[in-house]
Structures are given as structure tokens and as C-alpha cells.
């Protein structure tokens, strides 16, 4: 069965970090360009991050810019956002998904996207 599946989510208080999951079965990840996007509620969904197929380049929205790291495990099959200094604003319900194309040269967009996973909700909050 080919599916995306999150992980990592969870409620968490502001300045702290999570390590969100996108592991992927029935087929290679490392073959697709990866994006990371978010939606908060009454929001619509957006880009927070790339990650190419190929040098595996990276981009970030300038709100996550130093605070978040994407990377890959190809042994795992799974893409990782690793979030640190967490802030109230980044909660929202993050979603990984394979995208159309090779790099990652600005923000991905839901209309480049191919497959999404289920989404984990990431809570800041004191």
C-alpha cells in the first residue's frame, strides 16, 4: 500500500522542540521532492519546507528559517522536520507530501503536490 504517514506531533510549550516523521511505505522516498506545509485552524494551508530529490537542497519559509530543519533517512524511507523554538504561531496541523518536480528553489505549493499524508497536530502552548 503506498502511503505517507506522520508522526511526532504532540502538545508542547513555547521555546521547546519536536521532531515530526514522514515515513513513507510501498514506495522510495528518496525518489520524490518532499515538502512540509501546515494549516492552521481557519487558515489555509501553506508551505513550510522542501526538500529536493536530488543534493537533497532545502528551502524554508522565512518564519521557520533557522528554527526548523528538513532531512531525509533513506535507509528509513522517512523525511523529518525537526522544529526547535517552538512558538505560539506554529501551531497547526502539519502534513507531509511528495511533490511534482526535482528541486526546491521556493515554497512548495498544494498544487505542485502529489500524494499527502494524514496530518499531526502540533501544539505550542504554556
Known amino acids: 500500500q503506498v502511503q505517507l504517514v506522520e508522526s511526532g506531533g504532540g502538545l508542547v510549550q513555547p521555546g521547546g522542540s519536536l521532531r515530526l516523521s514522514c515515513a513513507a511505505s510501498?514506495?522510495?522516498?528518496?525518489?520524490?521532492?518532499v515538502g512540509w506545509f501546515r494549516q492552521a485552524p481557519g487558515k489555509e494551508r501553506e508551505g513550510v519546507s522542501c526538500?529536493?530529490?536530488?543534493?537533497?537542497?532545502?528551502y524554508y519559509a522565512d518564519s521557520v528559517k533557522g528554527r526548523f530543519t528538513i532531512s531525509r533517512d533513506n535507509a528509513k524511507n522517512t523525511v523529518y522536520l525537526q522544529m526547535n523554538s517552538l512558538k505560539h504561531e506554529d501551531t497547526a496541523v502539519y502534513y507531509c507530501?511528495?511533490?511534482?518536480?526535482?528541486?526546491?528553489?521556493?515554497?512548495?505549493?498544494?498544487?505542485?503536490?502529489?500524494?499527502w499524508g494524514q496530518g499531526t497536530q502540533v501544539t505550542v502552548s504554556s
Open positions: 510501498g514506495f522510495t522516498l528518496s525518489n520524490y521532492r
Open positions: 507530501a511528495t511533490l511534482v518536480g526535482v528541486w526546491c528553489t521556493s515554497l512548495p505549493r498544494t498544487e505542485s503536490v502529489r500524494s
Open positions: 526538500i529536493s530529490s536530488v543534493s537533497n537542497s532545502t
